[in-house]
């Protein structure tokens, strides 16, 4: 079936240090990448649609300048936490939609857990 | 505004049947599908119902009703493994998904 990988799994970091958590469709070509975030016990926030090729779209709350995205091809997207600070420190999870026996489904990665110390 | 329903917590009894109820408000409506996510993992694709009525999939069948706005996860046969936190999420379109706070399921022997 339909895989999404990220890397890395997890990533502590200094206060004022930039992260980059890449995620990948492993056997089909994903045009559009999301990108959410989920704090413990919570839902998943959706952060910002990627579109390869084009500016990614951010939900209203979100720094662009903060959280760069690029979908530079159909198989990697990638996340750069800029300067981060501890209220950073959450669970990164990447999803993209894949047609799988008909079906179009929605496909999660394991997600990044961020330490920003 | 976009708002979303479930219950926080339900606990059940290995081998019991459970129902996971969700109303949902959005400004679109493209299906709504559930996941289920484990502590420290992510979610994973539980089943989808993009028209009224009931999809089964194993021991897990979902549930909607578009005029409702409401729908609902039952799960048959309860294991233990099945103790995890299920979110339902309608779609919202131009292939988003509106999730919830979800229901944490605790299964009991």
New interface residues.
Partial sequence: GAVVSQHPSWVICKSGTSVKIECRSLDFQAT?M?W?RQFP??????MA?SNEGSKATYEQGVEKDKFLINHASLTLSTLTVTSAHPEDSSFY?C?A?ALTSG?T???????T?LTVL | GQSLEQPSEVTAVEGAIVQINCTYQTSGFYGLSWYQQHDGGAPTFLSYNALDGLEETGRFSSFLSRSDSYGYLLLQELQMKDSASYFCAPGTGANNLFFGTGTRLTVIP
């Avoid at chain 1, 016990?41 to 959706?46: G, I, N, T, V």
């Avoid at chain 1, 489904?105 to 997600?111: A, I, K």
């Fill in positions: 559009t999301f959410y016990k919570q839902s998943l926030m959706l649609t999870i999803s939609t079906n489904n929605r496909v999660f990665g394991p997600g857990r």
